[in-house]
């Protein structure tokens, strides 16, 4: 009994808003979560970080190998390991 009555209760608030600001009483899409674009949107970024984590990398081995050759530069090995 106490549920049927909270259903109203809830069901009459509703309908009260709804009037007051003059809507339509049906639920409005923008009203709602789309899990479905968000989970694309969060699959999208993923895939963008993993492409950009790719990039980071090539770009650090290229610095890496150009601080390399600056050192080689200025100070040149010796031929053997020390």
């Not at 009260?16 to 789309?34: C, M």
């Not at 984590?53 to 090995?77: D, F, H, N, W, Y």
Request: charged content about 35%.
């Amino acid at each position: 009994m106490a549920t049927t009555y909270a259903d109203s209760a809830q069901a009459r608030e509703w309908d009260r808003r709804y009037d007051a600001w003059g809507r339509d009483k049906r639920p409005q899409p923008h009203e709602f979560h789309d899990y479905e674009a968000a989970e694309q949107l969060r699959t999208q970024a993923l895939a963008d970080r993993a492409v950009r984590a790719i990039e980071e990398r090539k770009s650090l081995r290229r610095r890496i190998g150009l601080a390399m050759v600056q050192m080689e530069t200025i100070c040149p090995p010796n031929g053997g390991a020390a």
